[in-house]
């Protein structure tokens, strides 16, 4: 509907012209009061045309409240600020980045809520201007959740091994428990054998012996195939554009965040450019990290989740997730990132340890500190990319 | 052990198969491997009077399925259920469905040769049994109000956490009232606590 479609050829009568406007203005009306998508048409200067009614009820406002003012009041204060650089860079450049693409980003409604929401755009253009229309599907609505998640857990592939660390733990202790069962039964088995005395007893019972030696040897082979796991190697490392990584990370995160009742808050330094990671591997922690937040707020009167970025020195870049949850007890934070300790009530104690293990591996660390005012800061650090280096290949991963 | 006695042995893992053959033939029993519920349900022919040992996660059939599959075909032999991965509510539902005992692996030569003793023995002994029973009640009524409220808790399946938060008393609290059933009830284990608790409420 955007698409203002070819010049109409014939010009003999301007009447003829204004009934087909009125016309197309009705269409236009019905469409976007019946359109089941939250749809929203911006011109190039980032200012709000026309909204569809599902988008209204999505963002709280009403479309007068909305139509004449720039876009980005619907996007956190990190987006407002760099949104209308995005369309700069878009006009300039012409090479999309999002539109035609679609990705997860984070909107605001009226009432301050963050939400997780799939935003795809399209363009049009018209004899005198260009204009944007933005779909917009929220990411929490109840009936689709589900659904949802398990699309964006096949869409990016990170969430299904994110909830692997967790079935990890499970498989882990059946797979190992298999050879120390064995090694276990062969030595007893021998000792029997040793004190019972019977003429064969010592061949038998050495036989047993190399026999729990290999299961012994078995049981190593599966912590080194965990460990390959957790951290595959350096060769997946590539220069990745931080923001965005945190951007994919946190709208994955934040699915279900109004039930938590928590609000999100991004601030990206800008000289936190690029960073040299495994994407998913990161996006892994980043997902822990703010999910671990979002459990910590529970019970808190104030939810407030803040994730920023810092550039620290010419190699190295910080992510920080804070929340006003209770924080962490002075107690149990040296152990925090021990396995199996946890202060949940469901759960295994792993995450923050995998996730550890995955940090040093990417050359990073793991730690937390207490936030000022009350709760906890987990910070991340990560290689920072080089910015020539990071030029040579923005092109190929950004969208 | 008794001379006729033979332990069916049933895990998917060759290595858990082959060394527990041999600590249980160190101990004098006689033992037939298996390496699945299906190959041991195809040999139900001619089965050999003892019990069965088995694995719970096993690719086909799992070690409840088959539980499940004997009592069907009305297979009576007692059956001491292993597993790799301690797991409350598995253990609480192959307890009600009638194992003997619930092992965790790995485990202590002693206990399973205990368990296997046990199993062996309780063929066909019903008086034993009851007067078990009758232990089991009078020491339930022992309980306190909050012990009775954790014990089924754990009856549920549910862990030590859970309780607690269910509870709305501290895990620490919840270990300390759960410690205290094990020792009124005089239960070494959680298996044996199930087991008991369910056979005198039957």
Redesign the interface.
Known sequence: MARAGPPTPQTDSAADDTGRLVERDALLTSILETVPDAMIVIDAQGIIQTLSATAERLFGYRAADLIGRNVSILMPDADRRRHDQYIDRYLRTAEPRIIGIGRVVVGLRKNGDTFPMHLSVGEAHTAERRLFTGFVRDLTERQEFQQRLTELQSELAHMARATALGEMA?TL???L??????????L???R??LE?GTPDAVGRASE?ID??A??AL?AGEIIRRLREFVARGESEQRVEPLIRLVEEAAALALIGAQEYGVRAAFAFDPAADFVLADRIQIQQILVNLIRNAMDAMHESPRRDLTVSTHRLDRDTIRVDVADTGPGIAPLIADQLFQPFVTT???GLGVGLSISRTIAQAQGGELWVDAREGGGAVFRLTLKSARRAAAAEVEGAHEL | MSSDAVVHLIDD?A??R???A??L???GHAVRVHESALAFLENLEGLQPGCIVSDV?MPGMDGLALQRRLRELGVKLPMII?T???DVALAVEAMKAGAVDFI??????DLLLGAIAVALERRGDAAAQDSETARTRERLERLTEREREVLEGLLAGRPN??I??DLGISPRTVEIHRANVMTKMGARNLATLVRMTLAARA
């Open positions: 499970s202790a059946h797979e428990n298999q050879p120390l069962t064995a090694v276990a039964n062969y007893k088995g021998s029997r054998l019972s047993a026999l729990a290999d299961q078995r949940k009530a469901h | 893992d290595a858990v082959q060394s527990l041999f600590l033939a160190t101990a996660r292993m790799g991965h301690a965790e692996k790995p485990f202590d030569d956490k859970t607690a938060y």
